[in-house]
């Protein structure tokens, strides 16, 4: 996608701090952390938000929870962590390309709304 800042990222346009890349997605961290830890996870292809997961590429989605376990692991998180994936304007997407947040490194609170 031409104007997607996200694609841009993953064709390396636009510089990131990179901590996973393979065929099917790509990890790098936020630029503006919330947590100690806070890495954004997205699928190469483009993917609007959840709401644009189908039959056809949620193959990429799994693939991308297979890979968080080891992102947490190679960022330390033993102690747990939270993966987020705000959908639209409500939930507060800024980017409209599928992305995962990993958040971890302190005790998180509770709050989920
Ligand atoms: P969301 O609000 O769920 O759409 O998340 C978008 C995230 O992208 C926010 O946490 C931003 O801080 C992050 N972000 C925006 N621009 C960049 C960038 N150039 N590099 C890394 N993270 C970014």
């Known amino acids: 996608m031409e104007n997607c800042l996200f694609c841009k ?3 390396g346009s ?3 701090s ?3 890349e393979d065929e099917i997605c790509y990890a790098f961290r936020d630029i503006a952390p919330q947590a100690p830890t806070h890495v954004l996870v997205v699928p190469k292809a483009h993917i609007e938000s959840c ?4 039959a056809a590429n949620s193959a990429v989605v799994a693939h991308i929870f297979e890979v968080i376990p080891q992102i947490a692991k190679a960022e330390g998180l033993e ?3 939270r993966v987020v994936s705000n959908c639209g304007a409500d939930a ?3 980017v409209h390309h599928l992305h995962f947040h990993i ?3 302190k005790t998180l609170a509770l ?3």
Request: no cysteine; hydrophobic share 40%; net charge neutral.
């Open 103 to 105: 958040l971890g490194g």
């Open 14 to 16: 636009i510089p990131s």
């Open 18 to 20: 990179k901590v996973w």
């Open 111 to 113: 709050e989920m709304a």
């Open 79 to 81: 102690g747990g962590y």
């Open 51 to 54: 709401n644009g997961i189908t």
């Open 92 to 94: 507060g997407q800024t």
């Open 9 to 11: 990222i993953i064709a």
